[in-house]
């Protein structure tokens, strides 16, 4: 997928930018976002270790990446619904797919 329109920016992976990139693209999931949010806080807590937030700042960071990217939106929704297909080649196709724009929406969060 080459170049590609964007809804907004790409957020900078702190909580708050992040919290605020949802807000724009994605407002239904602010909740899951925060209950997730307490969990790795909560777990991080317990570990006595940062890498539960860090996961949950890149869980998000993707998930924003595929939010603001309608290229990416559209193939997520679509994938997402075949994954379930009567037809097994259609299923892992659709499995294929959205590992791809998982994969394509990390990297961009990496880079």
């Given amino acids: ?9 790409r957020p900078e992976q702190t909580p708050d930018a992040l919290r605020a990139a949802l807000a724009v693209v ?3 999931r602010l909740e899951e976002m925060q209950a ?3 969990e790795a806080f909560a777990k991080a807590v317990e570990w006595q270790s940062l890498s539960p937030v860090q996961s949950w700042v890149l869980i998000w960071a993707r998930e924003i990446e ?3 990217r ?3 939106s559209a193939l997520y929704t679509n994938t997402k ?5 009567e037809d097994p080649a259609v299923a892992r196709e659709a499995l294929r797919e959205l590992s791809a724009v998982l994969d394509e929406a990390m990297r ?3 880079a």
């Avoid at 997928?1 to 920016?9: G, N």
């Avoid at 619904?81 to 297909?85: G, R």
Wanted: hydrophobic letters at 45%; a negative charge; zero cysteines.
């Fill in 1 to 9: 997928m080459s170049a590609h329109h964007e809804l907004i920016p």
């Fill in 26 to 28: 994605a407002p239904g």
């Fill in 36 to 38: 997730e949010k307490d």
């Fill in 66 to 68: 595929i939010a603001r």
């Fill in 70 to 72: 309608p290229d990416l």
């Fill in 81 to 85: 619904a075949n994954l379930e297909h």
């Fill in 108 to 110: 961009a969060v990496l």
